[in-house]
């Protein structure tokens, strides 16, 4: 099996291509779960607005530990400490039947711990059991101090389309912008409508291609991760990337899936 798949950006999809930026780093898991940032972006940040959790708070404790100062509010209504607790009780019942292994019951327990520090051990780090929608989301931003500078990470599995113009519209707000985007090929004028929004505030600095999901019927991946930095961060008449993945930078989300490679025009 080849270890990566060859794609062409079309000239109509040039607006993704991102500048060079050589100060980035992986902020996170090293695949799935991390995203390409600076170290300056974190610490200007008051506070970090998180929508979608999962089983994966790598990027959140990156945070934690480079800004111990800075309040982290997680969105996401699909897990609990209930749900860590159940999927370990589950395991002690599958390893007792022999159907599943005593590596994998451990991990389950390490993630209910895991759990149970990070988010109900400190008051900083806080976690909603919420739905995010188009009111829920100015809602919350609406709780914020007006001289607020808001980080914002964005992985809510395709609902992201339903928040994205009222991103636009408070862009002012955030001090950087980390999106996941699902479904791109259904999608295509919404993100570069937003993009062209945004762009007097912010660089497209990176893109990554997560390789979980095949191409769409555009050619280019359906998913994908997008950063977003303040201009301030941007060097003057900075180079675009001529080609993605970026070597240290990035790493394939599925490791037994070839991953994209990325050659713009």
């Not at 780093?25 to 607005?49: K, P």
């Not at 808001?150 to 992201?160: A, N, P, T, Y």
Request: proline share 4%; aromatic share 10%.
């Amino acid at each position: 099996m080849s270890n990566k798949i060859l794609v062409q950006c079309p000239k109509e999809l040039d607006f993704l291509r991102p500048r060079v930026l050589n100060n980035l780093s992986r902020m996170g898991n090293i695949a799935d779960g991390g995203y390409a940032l600076t170290t300056s972006a974190l610490s200007e940040s008051s506070h970090l607005l998180s929508l979608g959790l999962g089983e994966n708070w790598s990027f959140e404790n990156v945070v934690r530990n480079a800004n111990p100062k800075a309040p982290i509010d997680i969105y996401d209504h699909t897990v609990s400490l209930a749900f860590f607790t159940s999927k370990a009780l589950k395991g002690i019942v599958k390893f007792l039947l022999l159907q599943d292994s005593f590596s994998n019951l451990k991990s389950r327990f390490t993630r209910l711990k895991q759990y149970f520090k990070f988010w109900k051990r400190s008051n900083l780090n806080r976690h909603h059991q919420v739905e995010i929608t188009q009111k829920v989301f100015k809602e919350v931003l609406s709780e914020y101090p007006a001289n607020s500078r808001i980080g914002l990470k964005v992985d809510i599995e395709g609902s992201e389309w339903e928040i994205l113009e009222s991103i636009g519209q408070e862009k002012k707000k955030f001090e950087f912008i980390l999106l996941e985007i699902h479904h791109f090929d259904q999608h295509e004028a919404e993100l570069e409508k937003f993009l062209n929004d945004v762009q007097d505030c912010f660089t497209l600095s990176h893109l990554h291609a997560n390789n979980f999901e095949p191409l769409g019927s555009n050619g280019f991946p359906k998913v994908f991760e997008l950063t977003l930095l303040k201009k301030s961060e941007m060097v003057s008449s900075p180079e675009y990337r001529q080609e993605l993945p970026v070597d240290g930078l990035d790493a394939p989300n599925a490791k037994n899936r070839p991953d994209f490679h990325i050659r713009f025009a």
